[in-house]
């Protein structure tokens, strides 16, 4: 869509449970001017594809991919996060599982 994708803050908080909260904030620059109306329709379809990517898990294991491979970081950060976006892929899974198993069985699970 034409922006170039800076993380300009990387914060990892433990929580309860041994899980890693990570938050990250980034900026998106534009790579050539352009109207006002084109760069809000841009923004409602990254805003659309975020909110997808994030519910289907293709944004933590396309994290989990590049941060693998960023040699910027030290490793034990690498190693981090990289196992805290895949635990909280299989958490989800897990989750999505039980419901399933719930709705199937009559709203129980048993």
């Known amino acids: 869509l034409g922006f ?3 993380i300009s ?3 990892l908080h433990e929580i309860d449970g041994g899980s890693t909260l990570i938050s990250m904030e980034f900026n998106m ?3 050539e001017k352009m109207p006002y109306n084109t760069l809000l329709l841009s ?3 990254i805003n659309a594809a975020l909110a997808q990517v994030m519910e289907n898990g293709a944004l933590a294991m396309a ?3 590049t941060v693998r491979t960023e ?4 490793a034990k950060l690498r190693n981090i996060l990289v196992e805290e976006l895949l635990f909280e892929m299989d958490d989800e899974d897990s989750d999505e599982i039980i419901t ?3 709705d199937a069985k009559g709203g ?3």
């Open 4 to 6: 170039d994708v800076v």
């Open 9 to 11: 803050k990387l914060i």
């Open 29 to 31: 620059v534009a790579k």
């Open 100 to 102: 399933e198993e719930k």
């Open 63 to 65: 994290l989990a991919g």
């Open 108 to 110: 129980n699970g048993i």
């Open 71 to 74: 040699k910027a970081w030290p």
């Open 43 to 45: 923004v409602n379809q």
